[in-house]
């Protein structure tokens, strides 16, 4: 376990926020910050759940696992194009209340958005990466399905809907095999940061009428 690293401050921006940002991880000379789990969690980025509670350890967890997909990503030139990148931006904007709102979020936690946007590139080639190393390649029996629907007649909505259930967890089991393989060859240092919880470096993103529209 690696010594915990300040790296820098709370955005002036959210005059109540006082924590510093710290380093939480290092995957293979890479770090990964208490900035970066909570852009996660505001957007939403490498399987991480928007939300507003502490930074636990599934959530360095999960960015570990990002920083090493991402890695096998770039070996293997899975690059989005520019417009693919552009599309997924505006995807991510439209989680958290559209454009505006996305901007107004990064102007007043004072995050480049050049940089945020490099974090969304990364999540879209972590996307990329496991439909072109996993799901691809899943094949999903005849016989599994039939065991998964269960005596009867059954729709083909049903059983599309139980194909791409069994998909998704053969996906899920490769994924899985190939991240604990690619943690056992990395050099993986935690800071245990995150303890108990370690609150988020800035508040999520909140649409403009948010706090200011009251009830009818």
């Given at each position: 376990m690696m010594a915990l690293a300040i790296v820098g401050v709370a955005a002036a921006g959210y005059a109540a926020t006082t924590l510093l940002d710290v380093v939480l991880?290092?995957?293979?000379?890479?770090?990964?910050?208490?900035?970066?789990?909570?852009?996660?969690?505001?957007?939403?980025?490498?399987?991480?759940?928007?939300?507003?509670?502490?930074?636990?350890?599934?959530?360095?967890?999960?960015?570990?696992?990002?920083?090493?997909?991402?890695?096998?990503?770039?070996?293997?030139?899975?690059?989005?194009?520019?417009?693919?990148?552009?599309?997924?931006?505006?995807?991510?904007?439209?989680?958290?209340?559209?454009?505006?709102?996305?901007?107004?979020?990064?102007?007043?936690?004072?995050?480049?958005?050049?940089?945020?946007?490099?974090?969304?590139?990364?999540?879209?080639?972590?996307?990329?990466?496991?439909?072109?190393?996993?799901?691809?390649?899943?094949?999903?029996?005849?016989?599994?399905?039939?065991?998964?629907?269960?005596?009867?007649?059954?729709?083909?909505?049903?059983?599309?809907?139980?194909?791409?259930?069994?998909?998704?967890?053969?996906?899920?089991?490769?994924?899985?095999?190939?991240?604990?393989?690619?943690?056992?060859?990395?050099?993986?240092?935690?800071?245990?940061?995150?303890?108990?919880?370690?609150?988020?470096?800035?508040?999520?993103?909140?649409?403009?009428?948010?706090?200011?529209?009251?009830?009818?």
């Amino acid at each position: 376990m690696m010594a915990l690293a300040i790296v820098g401050v709370a955005a002036a921006g959210y005059a109540a926020t006082t924590l510093l940002d710290v380093v939480l991880a290092e995957v293979n000379g890479t770090t990964v910050t208490a900035s970066d789990a909570t852009i996660a969690k505001a957007l939403g980025l490498f399987g991480v759940r928007s939300s507003e509670k502490p930074i636990q350890a599934a959530d360095v967890k999960h960015l570990v696992d990002a920083w090493l997909i991402d890695a096998e990503a770039a070996r293997l030139q899975i690059t989005p194009s520019s417009a693919e990148v552009e599309q997924a931006w505006q995807t991510v904007a439209g989680r958290v209340g559209g454009m505006d709102t996305l901007r107004r979020w990064l102007d007043r936690a004072d995050l480049d958005e050049a940089w945020v946007k490099k974090l969304v590139e990364a999540d879209l080639r972590w996307q990329r990466f496991v439909d072109v190393r996993f799901r691809a390649f899943v094949f999903v029996p005849e016989e599994d399905v039939t065991k998964a629907l269960g005596p009867g007649l059954h729709t083909m909505e049903a059983r599309a809907q139980a194909v791409g259930v069994l998909r998704e967890e053969a996906v899920n089991r490769e994924l899985a095999a190939w991240l604990a393989d690619a943690r056992a060859r990395a050099a993986i240092r935690t800071t245990g940061a995150e303890g108990t919880g370690l609150p988020l470096v800035f508040p999520l993103p909140a649409p403009a009428d948010s706090a200011t529209t009251a009830p009818r």
